[in-house]
């Protein structure tokens, strides 16, 4: 089993759609968590931190589950501008070892 | 964004060259990584320094050899490269132990290797 696993998509959605990326992570003891976006061709940036509580920023909610051991990505009202590969990241022993998801591309259609 | 520096942009190289990639930066961050990303493939981790150590993905061929003299630069020593090395390398840095520890990337280094 990998130790971070994403559905590779593509998901294809129209403008303002909502939609949904979820990731799992095998190892019970990860740290820290969070969504980061790559577009084509550039490096990855983050978009933001997953906390335990579930934290919203703008359009875009974050869930983490920790029994079931996944994480979640929410994207409301979706843009032209959204689409990308969102990658699911998890940090382990103080942010040692971070494993990257191999992504989720999304295409948002006009 | 000055955060993550990379040079070069862009590099092509023979089979038999010997070049550095080259990452500094500018984050007070203890830790520096070196990632490849091929074509359609995902990010693979192939070095991190953190501290005084050094860990490394064993999977990685003895044709990449880092370096990192101290917290704020990191190299990525290339010999005698194949053709299936060509690939997008992406240096990050974090800082470990801290309340947040995300990595922050510089914008690559894309190989070629002809």
């Known amino acids: 089993r990998k130790e971070v696993e994403q559905d590779p998509g593509p998901f294809n959605v129209p403008e303002g759609a909502t939609v949904a990326f979820n990731c799992t992570y095998s190892n019970s003891a990860s740290q820290s968590f969070f969504w980061y976006r790559q577009d084509c061709r550039k490096e990855p940036k983050l978009l933001m931190s997953v906390y335990s509580s579930g934290n919203e920023d703008g359009r875009f909610t974050a869930q983490l589950n920790r029994a079931s051991q996944y994480i979640s990505l929410l994207i409301r009202d979706s843009k032209l501008s959204d689409s990308a590969t969102y990658l699911c990241v998890v940090n382990n022993t103080g942010g040692f070892k971070t494993i990257f998801g191999a992504g989720t591309r999304l295409f948002v259609k006009a | 964004e000055t955060g993550v520096t990379q040079t070069p942009r862009h590099l092509v190289m023979g089979m038999t060259n010997k070049k550095s990639l080259k990452c500094e930066q500018h984050?007070?961050?203890?830790?520096m990584y070196w990632y490849k990303q091929s074509a359609k493939k995902p990010l693979e981790l192939m070095f991190v320094?953190?501290?005084?150590?050094?860990?490394e993905n064993n999977s990685v061929p003895s044709r990449f050899s880092p370096e990192c003299p101290n917290s704020s630069h990191l190299f990525l020593h290339l010999h005698t490269l194949q053709p299936e090395d060509s690939a997008l390398y992406l240096c990050?840095?974090?800082?470990?132990?801290?309340?947040?520890?995300?990595?922050?990337f510089g914008q690559g280094t894309r190989l070629t290797v002809v």
């Open positions: 320094y953190s501290l005084e150590e050094r860990v």
């Open positions: 990050a840095s974090s800082q470990t132990g801290a309340p947040r520890t995300e990595a922050f």
């Open positions: 984050l007070g961050h203890n830790a």
